[in-house]
């Protein structure tokens, strides 16, 4: 079971729509998908069709120990999906558990518990992927994602300020790496919100790749109207119009990540 945390602390760059659609486009592939939505804003549950009042256990009750992760999960629309949805209430874990010497791992621990429990199930319906979905802030909801993760998938959007951001996030996956996590690594930077039309966003490419050559993903995502609209209907821009770029991009980028995991596990 591998475990990739989505992160970055700038807001707006397609977090959220990166763990939905990379998530769904990994369960079109055949993997059985885990997406844990630690965002108190709950987009990533509202995206994938789980309304607020469905949502009677959330990550709240797995970050304060009170439940299992297993306890929490729920099924998506989307076959091999499944969704672990948050609350308005993580906002205030911080505070409940900031006093506690083990506060970093909740999560990890929560994680290691159900990779165990699906060991004594059936190989079929174990997940293969999870997916975490990030606060726009490095916070302790951040660092216990990253502890919890084998690696950090970045979403950089396309704009000026992209690269000031980044800079930031790896100081921080650094820190992680040092203090909680030593395993900790980045899996990959997906550009996201690219438009072709714009001459500034193909030189941000550019920059990016320059400044971090093959952690960038060969797949860049459009700036896509479906993808926009998706949310809205409570759906995956796959699910909502797989024809799309925005879909395209999304099933492209999911090979790539399996990619990746091949040349990892024979590494």
């Not at 990253?146 to 000026?160: D, G, I, K, R």
């Not at 300020?161 to 900790?184: H, I, K, Y």
């Given at each position: 079971?591998?475990?990739?945390?989505?992160?970055?602390?700038?807001?707006?760059?397609?977090?959220?729509?990166?763990?939905?659609?990379?998530?769904?486009?990994?369960?079109?592939?055949?993997?059985?998908?885990?997406?844990?939505?630690?965002?108190?804003?709950?987009?990533?549950?509202?995206?994938?069709?789980?309304?607020?009042?469905?949502?009677?256990l959330s990550t709240y009750d797995v970050m304060l120990?009170?439940?299992?992760?297993?306890?929490v999960l729920q099924p998506t629309a989307v076959p091999?999906?499944?969704?672990?949805?948050?609350?308005?209430?993580?906002?205030?874990?911080?505070?409940?558990?900031?006093?506690?010497?083990?506060?970093?791992?909740?999560?990890?621990?929560?994680?290691?518990?159900?990779?165990?429990?699906?060991?004594?199930?059936?190989?079929?319906?174990?997940?293969?992927?999870?997916?975490?979905?990030?606060?726009?802030?490095?916070?302790?909801?951040?660092?216990?994602?990253?502890?919890?993760?084998?690696?950090?998938?970045?979403?950089?959007?396309?704009?000026?300020?992209?690269?000031?951001?980044?800079?930031?996030?790896?100081?921080?996956?650094?820190?992680?790496?040092?203090?909680?996590?030593?395993?900790?690594?980045?899996?990959?930077?997906?550009?996201?919100?690219?438009?072709?039309?714009?001459?500034?966003?193909?030189?941000?490419?550019?920059?990016?790749?320059?400044?971090?050559?093959?952690?960038?993903?060969?797949?860049?995502?459009?700036?896509?109207?479906?993808?926009?609209?998706?949310?809205?209907?409570?759906?995956?821009?796959?699910?909502?119009?797989?024809?799309?770029?925005?879909?395209?991009?999304?099933?492209?980028?999911?090979?790539?990540?399996i990619q990746r995991e091949r040349l990892y596990r024979?590494?």
């Amino acid at each position: 079971m591998r475990v990739l945390v989505i992160a970055n602390q700038k807001g707006g760059v397609g977090k959220t729509t990166t763990a939905i659609n990379l998530g769904t486009a990994l369960a079109a592939i055949g993997e059985n998908v885990l997406i844990i939505d630690l965002d108190p804003q709950g987009n990533a549950s509202t995206g994938l069709g789980i309304e607020r009042r469905n949502r009677r256990l959330s990550t709240y009750d797995v970050m304060l120990g009170e439940e299992s992760l297993r306890a929490v999960l729920q099924p998506t629309a989307v076959p091999r999906l499944t969704v672990a949805p948050s609350t308005l209430d993580l906002l205030g874990v911080e505070l409940e558990i900031s006093g506690r010497k083990d506060r970093a791992y909740y999560l990890k621990n929560a994680v290691q518990t159900l990779a165990e429990d699906q060991k004594r199930g059936p190989e079929a319906e174990r997940f293969t992927y999870v997916l975490i979905d990030c606060p726009p802030s490095l916070n302790l909801l951040t660092m216990n994602a990253m502890t919890a993760a084998h690696s950090v998938v970045v979403p950089l959007q396309c704009e000026f300020f992209a690269l000031e951001g980044l800079s930031q996030l790896l100081a921080t996956v650094d820190q992680v790496r040092t203090t909680l996590n030593p395993a900790l690594s980045i899996h990959g930077i997906v550009l996201t919100m690219f438009d072709s039309r714009n001459s500034l966003a193909a030189q941000v490419v550019a920059d990016v790749r320059s400044f971090m050559g093959d952690k960038v993903y060969d797949t860049v995502i459009p700036r896509n109207v479906r993808v926009s609209e998706a949310p809205s209907h409570g759906k995956p821009v796959l699910l909502y119009d797989l024809k799309c770029t925005g879909s395209q991009a999304y099933l492209k980028l999911a090979s790539e990540v399996i990619q990746r995991e091949r040349l990892y596990r024979a590494a």
